[in-house]
């Protein structure tokens, strides 16, 4: 609801649900056209937009989502009769004192957009509190544009760390590992392995992640954090078991065949980190970790989160990562290496 004061200010109000959930008229915000009052105000039918008249003949066009005012200029000398605005918002028509019609051509294209729109909260109409949102579409007609680029930016750069975090440890000490300790005969096999996940179509990963990976994740949430901790945990027990077996035992093992022993623990790690999950929710979680952590901390879970994003492109950039640092390590030139071992580098313990 549009209302023009006596004292030529343009307010505007909405219905808004409180922390109670009843409803209410409230103001959203207004506008200053002049000193005088206001006479009369026609809204666009496709946009938040509308033109204000005052008693002295003063005209100004605002957008609310934007909250900009886009034309404030004296238009008549006196009040007008009747101020129309086409359908389009492009053309409108007053009819002055005199009865005579004049007729204008506006030119407002995207008056939506603004500094304020793009990058600041914005309270638009049936929502409780300002807030950052992107909406470029809807099906309803009481829609209005709403085109906040920052959950946009901040949910990319939050995704792409989620997705650093995973990608490039992963990839790092995997290139170390190859390029340093293991056998050129699995070597040639692994190399080529890793860098064919670099010739997947990014879409089809976004597709596996949007309709595979994100229900996956829901209905798996305990057990994918659960893997973060028994794999590597694993990992070290068996380190350590294999360390009390009698050498002549493990070397039997040739040098740089280690990582295909490791293969199926962390295979039995990540399968009993599903199994126990059910077990870490009850004692831990009341049961369900996402009641828990919207109760304790609020935060809502959404099955399209930046955790399965970042997952899904984590597992993309391993392999460029992975080819970058392995390709650095073997541009080392090799008296380098050799004058690192004299020092008394080690390439490992067994």
């Given at each position: ?334 008296h380098l290496t050799t004058g690192s071992l004299a020092l008394g580098a080690t390439r490992g313990k067994r």
């Amino acid at each position: 609801m549009l209302v023009g004061d006596a004292k030529g200010e343009l307010a505007q109000w909405s219905l808004v649900r409180n922390d109670q959930n009843y409803v209410n008229m409230q103001k959203l915000r207004s506008f200053k056209l002049a000193d005088s009052p206001i006479v009369a105000v026609s809204a666009e039918q496709r946009r938040r937009g509308m033109l204000a008249i005052d008693s002295g003949g003063q005209l100004a066009v605002y957008n609310s989502t934007a909250e900009r005012e886009l034309i404030n200029t004296k238009l008549l000398q006196a009040a007008p009769h009747v101020l129309a605005l086409s359908p389009k918002a492009d053309f409108f028509l007053v009819e002055d004192a005199a009865g005579k019609v004049q007729s204008w051509r506006l030119e407002n294209e995207h008056p939506e957009i603004s500094m304020k729109s793009l990058w600041r909260k914005v309270w638009y109409e049936s929502y409780p509190k300002p807030d950052y949102i992107w909406q470029s579409s809807s099906a309803s007609n009481d829609f209005e544009p709403k085109m906040s680029l920052t959950p946009l930016v901040f949910g990319t750069l939050k995704a792409s760390f989620y997705a650093m975090l995973m990608g490039i440890p992963l990839a790092l000490f995997g290139a170390i590992y190859t390029g340093y300790f293991m056998a050129p005969r699995v070597r040639q096999y692994v190399k080529p392995g890793i860098e064919i996940m670099g010739a997947l179509p990014t879409v089809i990963l976004g597709f596996l992640a949007g309709l595979w990976l994100a229900p996956f994740v829901e209905s798996h949430l305990a057990g994918i954090f659960a893997v973060l901790m028994v794999v590597p945990l694993s990992v070290m027990v068996f380190a350590y078991l294999w360390q009390q077996v009698p050498e002549t035992t493990r070397h039997k093992i040739p040098d740089g065949w280690d990582a295909i022993v490791l293969v199926p623990v962390v295979v039995f790690g990540a399968w009993l980190a599903f199994q126990l999950a059910p077990s870490f929710e009850a004692w831990f979680f009341r049961g369900d970790l996402r009641v828990w952590m919207r109760e304790e901390f609020g935060i809502g879970y959404d099955q399209r989160n930046t955790l399965v994003v970042g997952l899904a492109m984590g597992f993309a950039v391993i392999p460029m990562i992975f080819s970058i640092a392995e390709d650095a390590i073997f541009s080392v030139p090799k008296h380098l290496t050799t004058g690192s071992l004299a020092l008394g580098a080690t390439r490992g313990k067994r």
